[in-house]
């Protein structure tokens, strides 16, 4: 039976890194629930504009974008 509330199945991967700037990153999270499900995610407390899929890609990596990355999942 599916959930009616989105349950995140673990952490969202990679749960710790440190890369050098330049390189390209993903994130990925799985995530079961009643569907549709929306998804935003969040850097430091800030929605990240435009960053609504279920895995988030930093390309190019930077100093600006450390911090505590997070997802959100809703749905009806």
């Known amino acids: 039976m599916t959930?009616?509330?989105?349950?995140?199945?673990?952490?969202?991967?990679?749960?710790s890194q440190v890369v050098p700037a330049?390189?390209?990153?993903?994130?990925?999270?799985s995530v079961f629930g009643a569907v549709p499900l929306s998804y935003?995610?969040?850097?430091?407390?800030t929605n990240l504009p435009g960053k609504t899929n279920l895995?988030?890609?930093l390309n190019n990596v930077n100093p600006s974008q450390s911090g505590n990355y997070s997802l959100r999942v809703t749905n009806s």
């Open 3 to 15: 959930p009616a509330t989105p349950v995140v199945i673990g952490q969202p991967k990679p749960e």
């Open 22 to 29: 330049g390189v390209n990153v993903t994130i990925d999270a």
């Open 40 to 45: 935003q995610w969040i850097l430091n407390n």
């Open 55 to 57: 895995s988030l890609t």
